[in-house]
């Protein structure tokens, strides 16, 4: 492992533009973009060459991503502070999204539990996007020699991957520490939110169900309704952290609780111990609309005002490109791309 020594501890992470961010989302990801902005220099894209990887309506895909923007804006990434711009504005991701694609390996893609889930069963029709999206998720990340990646759970395998294709590149060109091998930061208490109607599936966009996830776009009644109809088990809520060892649902609903109180889990169960979920459905769905309208409002204000939203994202790709390209030329000097001009 680099120490990142003569690397500048920088932050990047993205969100794909394709449909309303979650709590999944909020939690696992973006309330942490927001914390890191105190301590890193930040870049927070919108990765909309990523959304491709599927078939997308354009003009939905165009609201999307100006949508997102919003939700960034309203969760609380400062646009004085952090770089947020769309990916495709920056040409430099694909560049060296194609460099490092001569890098990595078939058999490091073909171990991609991602890939497998997205692409079904019928693999011989995904796009070759998909397959490929974990090494354009490395080239975002090097392209600014980032240093520490803010992620969910489930994104940990491709910032191995991440790792494995700098390493690799380093040793193969013998430039030691030219790329630093970045960090994932994953917050323990809501690495892995799940579904409200199955504890045993992550919460996700692409779940048919809408009941299924909390959207930051959702109103008061409709979080109440979710949390009310949410999947629970007969038993009342347990004394000890242990307690909710078998019981996926319930361990959900604390996790949630914690993470949106700020609070740990023990804390949690100390409070709500032998409530019963008639009880605790109510808290914790009083405690949701009072932390996540306000994101919905914001949201809304900015959406208002669709320019402001590009300016941000012109200036945001502005800022993101100038620690970019410098890189990415340096990485064709190293491999001996010519360079006339
Ligand atoms: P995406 O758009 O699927 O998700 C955005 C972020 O939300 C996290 N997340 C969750 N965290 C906790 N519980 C959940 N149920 C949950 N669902 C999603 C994800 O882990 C992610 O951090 N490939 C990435 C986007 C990407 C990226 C990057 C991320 C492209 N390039 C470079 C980091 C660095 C993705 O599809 O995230």
């Keep these: 492992m680099t120490e990142g020594k003569q690397h500048v501890q920088r932050v990047f992470s993205g969100v794909q533009p394709t449909g309303n961010l979650h709590l999944g989302n909020y ?36 609201r999307s991503i100006r949508e997102l923007a919003a939700a960034y804006l309203a969760c609380g990434v400062d646009p004085q502070r952090s770089a947020i711009f769309n990916q495709s504005q920056v040409s430099q991701h694909a560049e060296l999204g194609w460099v490092l694609n001569c890098i990595a390996r078939m058999g490091w893609l073909n171990r991609m539990t991602q890939f497998k889930e997205k692409a ?72 892995r939110v799940m579904s409200l109607r199955d504890g045993s599936k992550k919460m996700s966009k692409s779940d048919p169900s809408d009941a299924s996830r909390i959207n930051l776009t959702d109103d008061a009644d409709q979080i109440a309704k979710k949390i009310r109809k949410a999947k629970t088990d007969p038993e009342p809520l347990p004394d000890t952290v242990e307690g909710l060892e078998e ?10 609780y914690a993470a949106l109180n700020d609070q740990s889990v023990e804390a949690v169960v100390t ?15 009083d405690l949701a609309v009072a932390k996540l309208g306000p994101i919905a409002e914001e949201m809304q204000r900015h959406l208002a005002d669709l320019s402001h939203i590009d300016e941000i994202l012109a200036k945001g790709a502005e800022r993101a490109e100038a620690i970019a390209e410098p890189v990415v030329r340096e990485v064709y000097d190293v491999m001996g791309l010519l360079r006339t001009r």
């Design 27 to 62: 939690l696992g990801a973006v309330r942490n973009f927001v914390r890191l902005q105190d301590d890193y220099e930040c870049v927070y894209c919108i990765v909309d060459l990523h959304a491709i990887t599927v078939r997308q309506e354009p003009e939905t895909l165009r």
């Design 120 to 191: 079904g069963k019928d693999r011989e029709k995904a796009s070759v996007g998909l397959y490929d999206y974990p090494v354009l998720q490395a080239a975002d990340i090097l392209a600014y020699r980032a240093t520490h990646v803010p992620i969910g759970e489930d994104q940990k395998q491709h910032i191995e991957l991440c790792r494995d294709i700098a390493a690799k590149f380093n040793n193969d060109y013998e430039v030691e520490d030219f790329f630093p091998l970045p960090e994932p930061l994953i917050q323990s208490a809501a690495a």
């Design 247 to 256: 019981r996926p649902e319930a361990r959900n609903l604390v996790g949630i």
């Design 271 to 285: 409070e709500f111990a032998g409530k019963q979920f008639g009880t605790f459905k109510p808290a914790l769905a």
